[in-house]
């Protein structure tokens, strides 16, 4: 696409909005820059260097045990040691990925284990998975981020919940962030100039979108010797809840809470928490569902459960999280975040938010649930579109 003309019209939004409520992985765009609405789950874990091999043995762990649940086969694999992604089955990939991590070590470089459903990584997928090991521990997180099905999910919601518990328990990650978001778990670190104007469109219609970029937020400055932090980055605070969100011992000490604060402040049948004792420390972290994935479209009201769980994070909430992938220049003809529509952003569920404008915003009926998609068992549509 070009960058210096609008990238969707006002009936090409309105088409992808419909298509996206009536099932997300709606897919829209280019060939091989298709983008839709996914459902995902990121992990942010803190470590330090020693763990560097025992994280890479995880993270392929976590990969094999995936790859024998997806429905839809990967076409894309990333090898590490040439930085390059080839066809699935391809001779030139390897098949010992524990000696990959070694050989990773022994150059001192990050591990990456990649791969996506897709044909282009640079589209939403499917299924699509991207785990860094960072070498750089005293600045980076470890990151592993996953795109799930949700036709998929919907008829295996207890193998998927088995799943997000195992891998919570292994990698013990000090952040943790699950619901849907535009898809672009394959781009990694380059980031997509379409996936961003994507999201701003559709934060202005879907209350429960979230956006999570690891290679651009995953920072954190438990070191630092000066104490400095940067406000625009995860390690300054945690992100706007959607659906499922971790509080691991450092957020909760920030908060102040207990454990019966915590049950206090979340009192509604309809949220799920999951004490998760970590083997690390001996602490425990709390992983939390706010009732079903949704993305609550906003004419149906501000949803409760966001609401809830926003005003228990207030206090150590990212207001000034860079939402970008790709840095914004003047004259940019298609809608992007910025530093005035961020924050708004990240506080849509506050009391006295008008987001997105005030005419649109409405409570939901205090009685109302929040009911996920039920019974979608269609195949996910793909469509291509043409640019003049």
């Given at each position: 696409?070009?960058?210096?003309?609008?990238?969707?019209?006002?009936?090409?939004?309105?088409?992808?909005?419909r298509?996206?409520?009536?099932?997300?992985?709606?897919?829209?765009?280019?060939?091989?820059?298709?983008?839709?609405?996914?459902?995902?789950?990121?992990?942010?874990?803190?470590?330090?260097?020693?763990?560097?091999?025992?994280?890479?043995?995880k993270?392929?762990?976590?990969?094999?045990?995936?790859?024998?649940?997806?429905?839809?086969?990967?076409?894309?694999?990333?090898?590490?040691?040439?930085?390059?992604?080839?066809?699935?089955?391809?001779?030139?990939?390897?098949?010992?990925?524990?000696?990959?991590?070694?050989?990773?070590?022994?150059?001192?470089?990050?591990?990456?284990?990649?791969?996506?459903?897709?044909?282009?990584?640079?589209?939403?997928?499917?299924?699509?998975?991207?785990?860094?090991?960072?070498?750089?521990?005293?600045?980076?997180?470890?990151?592993?981020?996953?795109?799930?099905?949700?036709?998929?999910?919907?008829?295996?919601?207890?193998?998927?919940?088995?799943?997000?518990?195992?891998?919570?328990?292994?990698?013990e990650?000090?952040?943790?962030?699950?619901?849907?978001?535009?898809?672009?778990?394959?781009?990694?670190?380059?980031?997509?100039?379409e996936?961003?104007?994507?999201?701003?469109?559709?934060?202005?219609?879907?209350?429960?979108?979230?956006?999570?970029?690891?290679?651009?937020m995953?920072?954190?400055?438990?070191?630092?010797?000066?104490?400095?932090?940067?406000?625009?980055?995860?390690?300054?605070?945690?992100?706007?809840?959607?659906?499922?969100?971790?509080?691991s011992?450092?957020?909760?000490?920030?908060?102040?809470?207990?454990?019966?604060?915590?049950?206090?402040?979340?009192?509604?049948?309809?949220?799920?928490?999951?004490?998760?004792?970590?083997?690390?420390?001996?602490?425990?972290?709390?992983?939390?569902e706010?009732?079903?994935?949704?993305?609550?479209?906003?004419?149906?009201?501000?949803?409760?459960?966001?609401?809830?769980?926003?005003?228990?994070i207030?206090?150590?909430?990212?207001?000034?999280?860079?939402?970008?992938?790709?840095?914004?220049?003047?004259?940019?003809?298609?809608?992007?975040?910025?530093?005035?529509?961020?924050?708004?952003?990240?506080?849509?569920?506050?009391?006295?938010?008008?987001?997105?404008?005030?005419?649109?915003?409405?409570?939901?009926?205090?009685?109302?649930?929040?009911?996920?998609?039920?019974?979608?068992?269609?195949?996910?549509?793909?469509?291509?579109?043409?640019?003049?």
């Open positions: 696409m070009s960058t210096s003309e609008t990238y969707l019209s006002d009936e090409e939004i309105a088409e992808f909005i298509e996206t409520k009536a099932e997300p992985q709606y897919f829209y765009g280019d060939e091989g820059h298709e983008y839709g609405v996914c459902p995902f789950i990121t992990f942010y874990v803190y470590h330090d260097d020693a763990q560097f091999l025992s994280l890479c043995d993270m392929i762990d976590i990969h094999r045990r995936l790859e024998r649940m997806i429905d839809s086969p990967y076409r894309k694999v990333w090898k590490d040691a040439t930085e390059t992604w080839f066809e699935a089955g391809d001779k030139r990939l390897p098949t010992d990925l524990r000696a990959e991590a070694r050989k990773a070590l022994d150059r001192g470089k990050e591990f990456w284990v990649r791969a996506t459903d897709m044909d282009s990584p640079l589209a939403s997928a499917r299924w699509a998975i991207d785990a860094q090991v960072t070498n750089c521990s005293a600045m980076d997180y470890t990151t592993l981020k996953i795109t799930f099905r949700h036709s998929w999910y919907v008829e295996h919601r207890r193998e998927w919940r088995e799943f997000v518990l195992a891998c919570l328990h292994l990698l990650p000090e952040q943790c962030y699950s619901g849907f978001e535009i898809g672009n778990t394959a781009t990694g670190v380059m980031g997509a100039y996936s961003d104007v994507m999201e701003r469109i559709c934060a202005d219609h879907f209350y429960g979108l979230d956006i999570d970029h690891p290679g651009d995953g920072f954190q400055y438990h070191r630092n010797e000066k104490g400095w932090v940067n406000p625009a980055r995860l390690g300054a605070g945690l992100r706007t809840p959607t659906w499922g969100f971790l509080l011992p450092h957020w909760f000490d920030k908060l102040g809470l207990d454990e019966l604060r915590l049950y206090e402040g979340l009192n509604d049948a309809r949220i799920r928490i999951e004490a998760l004792p970590r083997g690390s420390d001996g602490r425990t972290s709390y992983w939390i706010l009732g079903d994935l949704s993305l609550y479209p906003v004419e149906d009201g501000v949803p409760e459960l966001p609401v809830i769980a926003n005003r228990l207030r206090p150590v909430r990212c207001d000034d999280l860079n939402l970008l992938s790709l840095d914004p220049w003047d004259d940019d003809p298609n809608p992007r975040f910025d530093f005035q529509s961020g924050p708004r952003w990240m506080g849509r569920f506050d009391e006295g938010s008008d987001w997105p404008t005030p005419e649109r915003r409405a409570p939901r009926p205090p009685s109302a649930s929040a009911p996920g998609k039920k019974g979608a068992t269609s195949m996910n549509q793909q469509k291509s579109k043409a640019w003049k």
